[in-house]
């Protein structure tokens, strides 16, 4: 298997599934992780030098985090019925969740100093957009865009592909720090799809093909971007979805299309 396709595992005693460390995944600055928990259940963190961004995937949870409590927050049941709520947690600021009720959290990480305060991201906050016309349509969730004052260094987007439609396309990549033309971020996609049985494709490779890979991707994988192009496909019938974590030395989203696919978003004369 890929060393790019992460699998979820046996939930841990606090329901992690995933836990995507620099350390793990080989780099600098993004780290990932999924906790599944049931009614009652409580995962908690909170890293010196390191800010986090709570995305309750799915489910109700109490958030607690830098003396506030925001009370229940959440309800969708899974994250194709619309934007969700996240909570920002600066570095070093201890947080705690309780799941009210069957409850998936995904946590977002990377570098930050403390700056900024805990705040409560609602649906109302979340950004929405569709990308692409025909088969490349995708519609955008901006949780934490480079846009957003909130954040130190992470980006954080949800993003829903219909069924037979293309993502992330035409292949691009943003893996230079290069500005104002490229910026350098690491990135993971977490992916979900309906109905669970489904499957999709995600292409990582670099223009040398130095790296080139293909993965066949489940409901609950994660796929990790070091560097180079990385389009993803839905087959017919399933819809995904995916959550992007970014995060570099600049907190700015800049990328490069390949140059043999650019021509699919140039210009009609």
């Keep these: 298997m890929s060393k790019l396709l992460v699998r ?24 990932f992780a999924v906790h599944r928990l049931g009614d009652g259940a409580v995962a908690s963190g909170g890293e ?11 489910g109700r949870a109490r958030v607690t985090t830098g003396g506030r409590d925001f009370g229940e927050i959440g309800g969708r049941a899974s994250p194709f019925e619309g934007a969700g709520h996240s909570v920002y947690v600066p570095a070093g600021v201890p947080w705690r969740v309780e799941a009210a009720r069957a409850c998936e959290l ?29 088969t490349n349509v995708r519609y ?21 592909t219909p069924g037979g439609h293309w993502s992330s396309y035409p292949p691009h990549k943003h893996d230079r720090d290069a500005l104002p033309a490229e ?23 670099t223009d040398d093909r130095s790296l080139d890979e293909t993965m066949t991707v489940a409901d609950g994988d994660v796929v990790l971007v070091p560097r180079g192009y990385h389009p993803v496909a839905a087959p017919h019938g399933y ?30 004369a």
């Design 8 to 31: 979820p595992t046996a939930p841990a005693e606090d329901g992690r599934v995933h836990d995507v460390t620099p350390a793990s995944a080989g780099w600098t600055h993004v780290g």
């Design 48 to 58: 010196e030098g390191r800010e986090a961004c709570l995305v309750l995937v799915a």
């Design 106 to 134: 995904a946590v977002c990480t990377a570098p930050g100093t403390g700056a900024g305060a805990p705040t409560l991201i609602g649906p109302g906050d979340v950004g929405a957009e569709v990308r692409g016309t025909g």
């Design 140 to 160: 955008i969730r901006n949780i934490l865009p480079d846009s957003s004052p909130l954040a130190e260094n992470l980006l954080v987007v949800e993003v829903i």
């Design 183 to 205: 910026s350098l971020l690491e990135e993971t996609y977490y992916h979900r799809l309906e109905p669970p049985q489904g499957f999709a494709f995600q292409r990582v490779y």
């Design 239 to 268: 819809t995904l979805y995916y959550l992007n974590v970014m995060a570099g030395p600049k907190r700015i989203w800049r990328f490069h299309n390949e140059p043999a696919h650019a021509w699919l978003v140039a210009p009609k």
